[in-house]
């Protein structure tokens, strides 16, 4: 199917041909008519897949035009980078459109966004929180949203923005279509489409757990951080293809100790982006990186989500996440749009089980490729990395029940006292005669 056949207006169409996107992914395709016929959709799909125009296609192509510029379409997603992504994914296919676009986010000058709702948006896009926020205080109108889309709906709840969903639910008017988007269905997201949604029509891009299949996947068992850190420097150094380079780490901390380890071996060229970061020093790495500044980008896995960075010739998990599912999205940054794309992941002991769960979710083995023979191996080993020592546990014998009880012996003399509270007025009056108050001195 083309896009000319898929009843699309002329300026969609002509923003369409700017890009340069020969047909719509299956995805796009597929919600696409359901949109057209006015059903909820419920959009099973990871990034990559081209959901962010299956959702904006249908949506921007049934906007009207209003002269009271109240929003009519808002898009939430989880989080700010997605914000800003998502809005210039709108401005693109609006090139030709008289439609303003506003992104607003947690973190952000809330009185610049309150300022830029007022002068007029027809298409809002917002985290969660601060959706919130300008809805109460009344900067968001809400009575003309008639679309509403929830991206990354299972990040949304992952990172524990329940609540200020289901206020937003409570705040938009009866009547809209509604339209979710994730990658796993869990039993809460259904929960949320049973009470919100109407009857939702399903629509899978790729089942989920199936790798993308323009994706060469490989992994390399490696002890600790410090060889991890010695094989990423000497794959880096031997493999000038590996130009634009996503590493995927468990946490800030490591993220940052990376950042030092490979920043002295390739200065100027590394970027770490982490939700610890300043917002500006996370939009600028990812541009960075964008423009090809940054050979390598080293990220945690929430602030990578929904991230659109084309052209990523490299994933790397320098750690093996532990939900599977974000095994599928991290190497998803590769290989997208019919590029080849090359995923290699890191494989300590410690890691068994959570590869045989992404691999029975992907149903598929990674190939393993030995360490190669010069690769120094580090004795060196980060805290957590260093063997537990468990102290012996000393039996302590307690004495036998029918000996535990009052004391064996006798109280001395002595101890065996009782405080008796003493009646000093009584003592005084049996003393003097008369009761003798102390007094203070004048
Ligand atoms: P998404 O899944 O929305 O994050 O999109 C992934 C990437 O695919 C983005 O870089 C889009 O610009 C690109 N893309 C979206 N639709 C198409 C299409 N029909 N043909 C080729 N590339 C596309």
Same mark, same amino acid.
């Given at each position: 199917?083309t896009f000319?056949e898929l009843?699309?207006?002329? *300026?969609l169409?002509n923003?369409i ?5 020969s047909? *719509?992914t299956t &995805?796009?395709?597929?919600v696409f008519?359901v ?8 959009g099973i799909?990871?990034t ?12 921007l192509?049934?906007?009207?035009f209003?002269k ?5 379409l808002l898009?939430?997603v989880?989080?700010?980078?997605? %914000? ?6 709108v401005?693109?296919l ?21 300022a830029?709702l007022?002068?007029g948006?027809d298409?809002v @896009?917002?985290?969660p929180?601060?959706?919130?926020d300008l809805?109460?205080n009344?900067?968001?109108?809400t009575k003309?949203?008639?679309k509403l889309?929830i991206?990354?709906?299972d990040e ?5 923005f ?15 279509q509604?339209? !979710? ?6 039993n809460e997201?259904?929960? !949320? ?7 939702p ?5 790729a089942?989920?757990g199936?790798?993308?299949?323009n &994706?060469?996947?490989r992994?390399?068992h ?6 991890? %850190? ?5 794959l880096l150094?031997?493999?000038p ?7 995927f ?12 380890? !490979? ?7 590394i970027?770490? &982006? ?16 964008h423009?090809?500044?940054?050979? %390598?980008?080293?990220a ?5 989500r929904?991230l659109? @960075? ?6 790397f998990?320098?750690? &093996?996440?532990?939900? *599977? ?9 590769t290989?997208?749009?019919d ?6 992941s890191?494989i300590?002991d410690n890691?068994?089980?959570?590869v045989?769960? +992404? ?5 598929y083995?990674?190939?393993v490729v *030995?360490l190669?023979?010069t690769?120094?191996i580090?004795?060196?080993?980060l ?5 537990? +020592? ?9 004495p036998?029940r ?11 003399d002595?101890?065996?006292k %009782?405080n008796?509270?003493?009646?000093h007025?009584?003592?005084?009056m ?5 009761p ?6 004048k």
């Amino acid at each position: 199917m083309t896009f000319e056949e898929l009843n699309l207006t002329k *300026p969609l169409l002509n923003a369409i041909a700017d890009l340069g996107y020969s047909k *719509p992914t299956t &995805i796009q395709e597929k919600v696409f008519s359901v949109m057209m016929s006015g059903q909820d959709v419920c959009g099973i799909a990871q990034t990559g897949t081209g959901k962010t125009f299956a959702y904006l296609l249908p949506t921007l192509r049934q906007l009207q035009f209003s002269k009271d510029r109240l929003p009519q379409l808002l898009i939430v997603v989880p989080t700010r980078e997605l %914000v800003v992504q998502v809005v210039e994914e709108v401005r693109k296919l609006a090139a030709y459109m008289t439609l303003e676009a506003v992104g607003v986010y947690g973190g952000g000058n809330i009185k610049v966004q309150m300022a830029e709702l007022k002068n007029g948006a027809d298409v809002v @896009v917002a985290t969660p929180g601060r959706l919130v926020d300008l809805a109460m205080n009344g900067s968001l109108k809400t009575k003309a949203i008639k679309k509403l889309v929830i991206d990354e709906v299972d990040e949304m709840l992952n990172l524990g923005f329940r609540t200020q969903l289901k206020n937003i639910l409570d705040l938009l008017p009866q009547k809209r279509q509604n339209l !979710l988007f994730s990658a796993t269905i869990t039993n809460e997201v259904e929960a !949320l489409m049973q009470t919100y949604f109407n009857n939702p029509v399903r629509i899978e891009a790729a089942p989920v757990g199936t790798p993308l299949e323009n &994706i060469e996947q490989r992994a390399y068992h490696v002890p600790n951080f410090y060889t991890k %850190v010695n094989l990423l420097d000497m794959l880096l150094n031997e493999n000038p293809d590996m130009s634009k380079v996503l590493i995927f780490v468990a946490t800030k901390s490591l993220a940052d100790q990376l950042f030092g380890q !490979l920043e002295f071996q390739f200065p100027g060229g590394i970027g770490v &982006i982490h939700s610890n970061k300043e917002q500006n020093h996370r939009f600028n790495s990812v541009r960075q990186f964008h423009e090809g500044s940054y050979r %390598v980008l080293i990220a945690t896995d929430i602030i990578s989500r929904g991230l659109d @960075v084309a052209e990523v010739s490299h994933v790397f998990n320098f750690d &093996i996440p532990e939900v *599977p599912e974000n095994y599928i999205h991290r190497i998803g940054r590769t290989g997208r749009a019919d590029k080849k794309g090359v995923a290699i992941s890191f494989i300590t002991d410690n890691d068994a089980e959570l590869v045989e769960n +992404i691999e029975s979710l992907m149903s598929y083995s990674i190939p393993v490729v *030995p360490l190669p023979e010069t690769l120094k191996i580090s004795e060196i080993l980060l805290e957590f990395e260093k063997p537990k +020592i468990f102290m012996k546990s000393i039996d302590v014998k307690l004495p036998k029940r029918g000996t535990v009880g009052a004391a064996f012996h006798e109280k001395i003399d002595k101890n065996k006292k %009782v405080n008796v509270r003493r009646n000093h007025a009584e003592e005084k009056m049996k003393k003097y005669g008369r009761p003798i108050k102390r007094s203070g001195k004048k």
